[in-house]
């Protein structure tokens, strides 16, 4: 196996090496919307690709290439990797779905994987996490440790699968502690530590004594959470190490087992572009590093929580369900079907805030 990590913002090339045609390992190529640290979103990718090194030895050659930004840069970084020789594309981030899905309708024979997008062809599929499950187990935690009944939230873009996550904080916080206000700071980016660490001032300010971090890259929050004493609720990987006495829980991805699948299928040339969607029961999404501040009783309404979650015994967006407007959006008795969870534009009542215009 051999493996090549490239940094977009050190300016390097992408070069992958051939080899004799007969031993030709199947060429993989990884797109990271941040840089590969020791924790977060692309380190949580990175870990997909290192299994699929683990599985598949000498059958595979891949090629990383971390911090891309969304638009021409990205499209130019993938048509290399292809030209290159890559015939299995991960595109990690959703602003790289448009050029990602352009390239595939032009490169047939090439299989891609795209995050938390919603448009696949028959090489092109996509794969995104519940992650609004585990959100609404960080939420009920939450709702039970707030002293100040402020709970803030900094989140990134509000794309479908960021909106769901607000959502179900807020409806979790709420189910529990139904005289909390929980507000929200919009970044619009995926990695900009000082401004994420500013909108957790700023909610600390404001009274938050729990944050949520939805979707920095990076432990920037954690670190705020840490240094003020309050509590946090992070993204992607376990950061209790950068926050131990902040991380309520953390709300970890594992893309382990869906990498290796789809790369199976394009070596046994099977692959089809699907779309997949982790949660709770499969393993793609789980919540760790609970913190010692839950009580037993806490925790064990928690874990209960959790167990009906991944049995589909309980819905987390179950009716009746109400907009910021009052408009209902599930009725009683009704679960809200997954295309109004992936495609979600409008947040619950009860949270302060709106979307970015």
């Known amino acids: 196996m051999k493996t090549r990590l490239i940094s977009w913002l050190a300016g ?43 599985e598949f030895g000498d059958k595979v ?22 030209t290159d020789g890559a015939k299995f594309v991960m595109l990690g981030s959703f602003g790289y779905m448009n050029d990602g899905l352009r390239l595939a309708r032009q490169q047939p024979d090439v299989a891609f994987i795209h ?7 028959d090489n092109f599929g996509t794969f995104t996490a519940r992650n609004y499950e585990g959100f609404y187990l960080g939420g009920l935690a939450a709702g039970m440790v707030t002293k100040s009944n402020v709970i803030g939230m900094v989140a990134a873009f509000a794309i479908p699968e960021v909106v769901a996550e607000v959502n179900a904080i807020t409806l979790a916080v709420r189910k529990v502690n139904p005289d909390a206000d929980i507000k929200i700071i919009w970044l619009n980016s ?39 004493g309050v509590h946090v609720v992070n993204t ?3 950061m209790s190490s950068y926050g131990p006495n902040s991380v309520l829980a953390s709300v970890t991805n594992d893309w382990t087992d869906y990498f290796i699948e789809s790369f199976r299928a394009k070596l046994d040339g099977n692959f089809k572009g699907s779309d997949f969607r982790g949660g709770l029961a499969s393993g793609a999404v789980k919540v760790t590093a609970w913190s010692d501040d839950l009580t037993e009783a806490q925790m064990a309404e928690i874990k209960q929580a959790e167990t009906d979650i991944a049995s589909g015994k ?10 910021q407007d009052g408009n209902v959006r599930a ?3 009704t679960n809200l079907p ?13 949270l302060s805030g709106s979307l970015p215009q």
Do not use: C
């Open 115 to 121: 995050a938390s997008g919603f448009k696949q062809t």
């Open 12 to 54: 390097a090339a992408i070069a992958l090496s051939a080899a004799a045609a007969q031993a030709e390992p199947l060429k993989a190529g990884f797109i990271y919307p941040s840089p590969t640290a020791d924790v977060g979103w692309a380190k949580q990718l990175d870990l997909g690709r290192e299994a699929i090194e683990k």
């Open 61 to 82: 050659e891949t090629v990383v290439v971390e911090a891309v930004p969304e638009g021409p840069d990205a499209a130019r970084i993938m048509n290399q990797m292809v």
């Open 314 to 323: 309980t819905h987390v967006f179950a009716g009746p369900l109400k907009d």
């Open 338 to 350: 997954d295309e109004a969870i992936f495609g979600m534009n409008w947040l619950v009542e009860g």
């Open 190 to 228: 995926w990695f900009d530590p000082p401004k994420a660490q500013e909108a957790a001032r700023a909610l600390i300010s404001q009274g938050a004594d729990v944050l949520f971090s939805l979707h920095q890259d990076t432990p920037s929050v954690v670190n705020i959470a840490e240094a003020e």
């Open 236 to 238: 992607s990987s376990d």
């Open 331 to 333: 009725e009683a008795g």
